[in-house]
């Protein structure tokens, strides 16, 4: 069976830093997705980990312990923008197949 | 680069009537496109996976006789929500995977139903 689990919703304050985690069982793995979605607009590409560590970008970085099916999302100084929902996703067999977690809101306050 | 598109953006439908749903990648082609569903404050629900020029494969769960998916070239496949109902009321969105390789999946801005 397909199963991603993460946290239903989190608050921060402007310009700390956050984790979102995300734990998944998969029949298979082919890569992890982290999206970023803002109410009533689609999905938007925020990183992508396939092999074990860290993977950096901006004030985005996303981190994947295959072993432990385990990953995070990492965003540091926060910005009020940063408020939106924030999914993580499973590809399998062979990139076919996307498994949505049901993501993690977060509320940046000022 | 990898724009996917998709037309309308919101529509209203009476009970009953089918309503038609396009997604077009416009910069790429995609032989494989995805469509999902969204509830309201939930995740996003993958209904089908869209082949060019094959039959799509339905997630379990899914009506394929009610909704209707034709990919009938490499930048277009359409939806189709056959005899409309108020439970099917839903944030539709599509996706496309670039035929030229790469891991990632390019969703379209989504279309908001209603079904009144």
């Known amino acids: 069976g397909q199963n991603i689990d993460q946290p239903t919703e989190m608050t921060a304050t402007e310009g700390a830093i956050v984790q979102i985690n995300c734990t998944y069982q998969t029949s298979g793995f082919n890569g992890l997705f982290w999206y970023q979605q803002h109410a009533g607009e689609a999905p938007t590409f925020l990183s992508y980990?396939?092999?074990?560590g860290l993977e950096e970008k901006g004030r985005f970085s996303s981190f994947l312990s295959r072993s432990k099916g385990y990953s995070y999302l990492l965003l540091k100084e926060l910005q009020m923008k940063d408020s939106a929902s924030y999914l993580c996703?499973?590809?399998?067999?062979?990139?076919?197949?996307?498994?949505f977690g049901p993501g993690t809101r977060l509320s940046v306050l000022p | 680069g990898a724009v996917v598109s998709q037309h309308p953006s919101r529509v209203i439908c009476k009970s009953g009537t089918s309503v038609k749903i396009e997604c077009r990648s416009l910069d790429f082609q995609a032989t494989t496109m995805f469509w999902y569903r969204q509830f309201p404050k939930q995740s996003l629900m993958l209904m089908a996976t869209s082949n060019e020029g094959s039959k799509a494969t339905y997630e379990q769960g899914v009506e394929k006789d009610k909704f209707l998916i034709n990919h009938a070239s490499l930048t277009l496949s359409t939806l189709t929500v056959t005899s409309a109902h108020p439970e099917d009321s839903s944030f539709y969105i599509c996706?496309?995977?670039?035929?030229?390789?790469?891991?990632?999946?390019?969703f379209g801005p989504g279309t908001r139903l209603t079904v009144t």
């Open positions: 996703a499973v590809r399998d067999n062979y990139g076919q197949n996307f498994v």
């Open positions: 996706s496309a995977r670039a035929d030229s390789g790469g891991y990632e999946q390019y």
């Open positions: 980990n396939v092999l074990d």
